[in-house]
């Protein structure tokens, strides 16, 4: 199983749903005002049109089944506040990257992260059926790695020079995850009490 053509999850602070093209003008203002967010990123989405070739080659590659990105709606704010995704995705081997996660500054720090984390860890232990979802991101993003950390991933170890940044320099990329085993023993439980 792959997904469902419109996959959509959700809970009382957070809606997400599968990234469309139409999609664009819900995020324009941040890859124009907020370019500074793709900094550790491999994929830039600053200016209109970083943003229109991030969401075309995210839907392309839900289209090939190699992801699904989804955009996030936070109904607190109500207002859309960034994307994550499922990449990376191997079936046999019941794995699955969680990452490509980006918000804009105010959703920053908010507990929203942990809500989108909740709802997609859940839906790749619990629905999907995946053994390993593993996490990651340049080595010198203390904020990002630290979040991870905070939703319960454990880290494994860095890859040397492993990507190449849109600046033409490499980046090096700390690599985290989380277990099954683990899910079901505490992270599950200390995540649910951290989003209450």
Known sequence: MFFPEELVLEDERVLL????????????????????LWKYSAVSAAGKEGMKNYING?????????????????????????SSRFYDINLPFQSTQLG???YGK??????????????????????????????????????SIQAMKNIGCTAEGILR??????????????????????WDESVKSSLQKKIC
């Open 17 to 36: 749903r599968p990234l469309q093209t139409e999609d664009l003008n819900f995020l324009l203002t941040f890859s124009e005002q907020e370019p500074e």
């Open 58 to 82: 995210a839907v392309l590659e839900r289209e090939l089944k190699k992801e699904y990105p989804f955009i996030i709606f936070d109904k607190k704010a109500n207002e859309y506040s960034g």
């Open 100 to 102: 490509y996660t980006w």
């Open 106 to 143: 105010k959703f920053q720090r908010s507990g929203l992260n942990r809500h989108c984390k909740w709802l997609m860890l859940n839906y790749a232990f619990e629905q999907w059926g995946m053994v390993r979802v593993e996490f990651r991101a340049d080595h010198r993003n203390d904020r």
């Open 161 to 182: 020079n492993n990507m190449p940044l849109p600046d033409g320099s490499r980046r090096s990329s700390i690599v985290l995850s989380i277990l099954k085993d683990e």
